[in-house]
């Protein structure tokens, strides 16, 4: 017996099935309403509490002056003790009244009827054993004029005023409630319209979330089975869908990967063989120019002749260097590190190209390098391989250089930050008429006798020392290249490949 299948179509009638069911729930606003009303009750109370213990305050105060009364004219032998505990029975009323409060008026109002009673309080405590020394008319005065008319009528304003606030409360609440119960009358209304919005937004979820990602994704696989390993299928949708889509993505990634790997280790199967002509037709001669250069130095020269004959030995010797390190662009490369400082390589980059920039009127521009070179420390000291970057930086100023019309300037600036250096390097020529491609195995090139390998074995180098290389259009015209690079170059055993 077959299974039945289980289509998309069904689940999403189920689950709108069950989203009208839901709407049945909403009912329970009403509970919304209960405890609305459930706190307006307790407000409710709390000011009815907060109005009997304002009251019970001024009956005992009542009771005090009585008890004053009584033991001027009574002469009454309890009435201290009975007063006293009048006092007591006060503040605790008070203390109540503080626990009840709500508000910075409620708080004001109760303050100020407490201050008024600790005046009340400080004038009768004085007036007990003073009946002996007072006579009838000062007692009288005291009595009737100073309490019962100044302080007891102010403490009964006090009174009247928090009275007011507490009836002015209950009236507001009284409003609130009326206005919760039309809300409460509206809110039975709304699980009908709310039903019906909720079917529609949970059907354009579902549209949105599940059906267009799982049509993406379908999309996608068929893109990347037909070879199009850049189509990228968007990670949208539920989460789950969104994980596929990105291990769909992942997938593709790492499969680009393999095949530039491949690419790229077949090319340099093909480059290796190269190797043994560039040994032969560059290094043996240059090992010939040195050795006779060698021969012709002797003493008795003039000084202009051996300091040419010197020159041509150092350029040589550069020269060598150098061709190592092009050929090294044919193998993996192994970076030789020492500590050495920006100036000294560009210098030595700029050295062999001294001839050709008088030749083209260059202005050359270079850094400030008295800013480098201030304290015990240089800042643009470096930890990286000397001879692979002068062998970079010397190939962009021959390309700008080359580029350069006569009497154009070429700028080369130096910015150091915590933990990189950017090196730029801008002219004034006509521009790239390409964009340089870090994979390439040779780039494009307008010169008569170019090889094309001077941008690809700069890319190389500038990857192997931890950097990077960015080429892009100048403020004005011409090209600037950047060079970003680490102080210091963390040595890796595993060569960089090309």
């Known amino acids: 017996m077959t299974k039945k299948k289980t289509f998309l179509k069904d689940l999403l009638l189920v689950h709108e099935l069950a989203f009208i069911l839901l709407i049945f729930l909403v009912a329970t606003v009403g509970a919304v309403g209960i405890q609305l009303q459930e706190q307006s009750s307790q407000e409710s109370n709390r000011i009815n509490l907060l109005v009997q213990e304002v009251q019970q305050t001024r009956g005992d105060l009542y009771r005090q002056m009585k008890e004053l009364f009584d033991a001027y004219f009574l002469e009454d032998t309890e009435a201290l003790t009975e007063y006293n505990n009048f006092t007591r029975s006060v503040e605790s009323h008070f203390v109540e009244l503080r626990k009840l409060t709500m508000g910075v008026e409620e708080e004001k109002a109760i303050h100020e009827l407490h201050a008024g009673y600790q005046v009340f309080l400080s004038e009768t405590s004085a007036l007990f054993g003073q009946h002996t020394t007072l006579s009838n008319e000062n007692l009288k005065r005291k009595l009737n004029t100073d309490l019962e008319s100044g302080i007891f009528s102010h403490y009964e304003r006090l009174l009247a005023n928090t009275e007011l606030l507490l009836n002015q409360k209950q009236l507001e609440l009284e409003q609130k409630l009326q206005k919760n119960k039309r809300k409460s009358n509206f809110l039975l209304f709304t699980p009908l319209v709310l039903a019906i919005l909720l079917l529609v937004f949970s059907r354009i979820f579902l549209k949105r979330s599940i059906v267009k990602p799982i049509n993406d994704v379908l999309q996608a696989t068929s893109e990347i089975s037909m070879g199009n390993l850049t ?98 662009y044919l193998h993996p490369l192994k970076p030789q590190p020492s500590q050495t400082s920006v100036r000294e390589i560009v210098a030595g980059a700029l050295a062999p190209l001294k001839q050709k920039i008088i030749e083209k009127s260059i202005r050359l521009s270079q850094p400030d390098w008295s800013k480098f070179n201030q304290g015990k420390t240089r800042s643009d000291a470096i930890f990286t ?15 700008a250089i080359d580029a350069s019309s006569h009497h154009d300037a070429i700028k080369i600036e130096l910015e150091a930050r915590k933990d990189e250096f950017f090196i730029s390097i801008n002219d004034q020529g006509s521009g790239l008429p390409f964009t340089p491609d870090p994979s390439a195995i040779s780039a494009p090139t307008s010169k008569r006798f170019g090889t094309g390998l001077g941008i690809p074995f700069a890319f190389k180098v500038c990857d192997a020392l931890g950097g990077s290389l960015q080429f892009s259009r100048g403020f004005d015209t011409g090209t600037q290249v950047t060079i970003t690079l680490p102080k210091t170059l963390i040595v890796s055993d595993t060569p960089s490949c090309s």
């Open 231 to 328: 189509h990228k299928a968007p990670e949208e949708g539920v989460e789950e869908l969104a994980a596929l889509s990105k291990a769909i993505n992942t997938m593709a990634d790492k499969l680009m990967a393999s095949q530039e790997n491949l690419i790229r280790s077949e090319k340099q199967a093909a480059q290796g063989l190269l190797v043994p002509m560039l040994a032969h037709n560059i290094r043996n001669p240059l090992a010939s120019i040195r050795a006779t250069a060698q021969v012709m130095d002797d003493p008795a020269l003039d000084t202009e002749s051996r300091e040419s004959i010197s020159g041509i030995i150092n350029t040589v010797d550069r020269l060598e260097r150098w061709t190592g390190a092009l050929l090294a």
């Open 385 to 399: 391989d000397q001879h692979l970057l002068e062998q970079v930086i010397y190939n962009l100023v021959l390309n």
